[in-house]
């Protein structure tokens, strides 16, 4: 199972930007889609952005579209979220997964191993 570390979490002003790390460790010959998703304090975890392995395909929740982007390189096995544009309700501890098997990479129960969350604050 691939371990995963998150970071470059921190508190930012609105129309602000921070860009997540994801760095992966262990089996990196499977073929895995990545994913990020974020859980606001009191609230249900959900579904930020997302990348297939095969063809690089993205996918991104409709209130971060145009705003976030998600990114990998290999050859520092890391998985990037670049935030721009923050605004107050981006406001959540964001957690990056992989996920080994075909399955739907914006459902959270599809995923195999987590990161322990980096705590995003956006300031107004």
């Known amino acids: 199972q691939v371990q995963l570390v998150e970071s470059g979490g921190g508190l930012v002003q609105v129309g602000g930007s921070l860009r997540l790390s994801c760095a992966y460790s262990?089996?990196?010959?499977?073929?895995?889609?990545w994913g990020w998703f974020r859980q606001a304090q009191g609230k249900d975890r959900e579904f930020v952005a997302a990348m297939r392995w095969v063809g690089g395909f993205t996918y991104y929740a409709d209130v971060v579209k145009g705003r976030f982007t998600i990114s990998r390189d290999s050859a520092k096995n890391t998985v990037y979220l670049q935030m721009n544009s923050l605004k107050p309700e981006d406001t959540a501890v964001y957690y990056c997964?992989?996920?080994?098997?075909?399955?739907?990479?914006?459902?959270?129960?599809?995923?195999?191993?987590w990161g322990q969350g980096t705590q995003v604050t956006v300031s107004s």
């Open positions: 997964g992989a996920l080994s098997a075909d399955g739907d990479p914006k459902r959270e129960y599809e995923y195999d191993s």
């Open positions: 262990g089996p990196t010959s499977s073929t895995y889609d």
